[in-house]
T-cell receptor, first 117, second 114 residues
Framework: GAVVSQHPSRVICKSGTSVKIECRSL??????MFWYRQFPKKSLMLMAT?????????EQGVEKDKFLINHASLTLSTLTVTSAHPEDSSFYIC?????????????FGPGTRLLVL | AQSVTQLDSHVSVSEGTPVLLRCNYS??????LFWYVQHPNKGLQLLLK??????LVKGINGFEAEFKKSETSFHLTKPSAHMSDAAEYFC????????????FGTGTRLLVSP
């Protein structure tokens, strides 16, 4: 199956700093990637849809100026948490969409755990 | 609008006994349905998917699921649980053909005891 990687796997930062998380499709090209946030013992919440070469589409309630998304190539999307605060601490997961005939499947990265002190 | 209901937040089984994780969906159009598994502090792994082909779908690690339109269900089963199956399982729906974002269920934690 398609492989998606994320870097870093864990990051600790001070409040007020910015953190960049990378999502890469390793063996395929992904015109569309997705960023999710998962709170402890909760389901995944879609934050935004990242489209290669264009602006990301954010879900309602997600601050686009705080969560900057860049999808500059067909294999890389980045999420930057700007001016991080402790409430931004969470598990961030990306996925990449693969089109297989008439069907599409999302393959997920291993996630990035962010802790803001 | 689509939605998914996972009826059990926790399911406990003994090793070697059958597993049943229940999922009901709501979709206006022809749905695609997925089961993903998440082990602690890990990302999600696709177990299996239904996209309007055979109603009985076989996945990895011995799991399978049956799409029942009349019952709007897509329950996940496995004949014999293994300790390594202990994880969080998510039932997910999206619309086939006009692919929309994935809608996740709230998850079911599977506990496997020796």
């Amino acid at each position: 199956g398609a492989v998606v990687s994320q870097h870093p796997s864990r990051v600790i930062c001070k409040s007020g700093t910015s953190v960049k998380i990378e999502c890469r499709s390793l063996d395929f090209q992904a015109t569309t990637m997705f960023w999710y946030r998962q709170f402890p013992k909760k389901s995944l919440m879609l934050m935004a849809t990242s489209n290669e070469g264009s602006k990301a589409t954010y879900e309602q309630g997600v601050e686009k100026d705080k969560f900057l998304i860049n999808h500059a190539s067909l294999t890389l999307s980045t999420l930057t948490v700007t001016s991080a605060h402790p409430e931004d601490s969470s598990f961030y997961i990306c996925s990449a969409r693969v089109r297989e005939r008439v069907q599409e499947t999302q393959y997920f990265g291993p996630g990035t755990r962010l802790l803001v002190l | 609008a689509q939605s998914v209901t996972q009826l059990d937040s926790h399911v406990s089984v003994s090793e070697g006994t059958p597993v049943l994780l229940r999922c009901n969906y709501s979709s206006s159009y022809s749905p695609s349905l997925f089961w993903y598994v998440q082990h602690p502090n890990k990302g999600l792994q696709l177990l299996l998917k239904y996209t309007s082909a055979a109603t009985l779908v076989k996945g990895i690690n011995g799991f399978e699921a049956e799409f029942k339109k009349s019952e709007t269900s897509f329950h996940l089963t496995k004949p014999s649980a293994h300790m390594s199956d202990a994880a969080e399982y998510f039932c997910v729906v999206s619309e086939t053909l006009s692919f929309q974002k994935l809608v996740f269920g709230t998850g079911t934690r599977l506990l496997v005891s020796p």
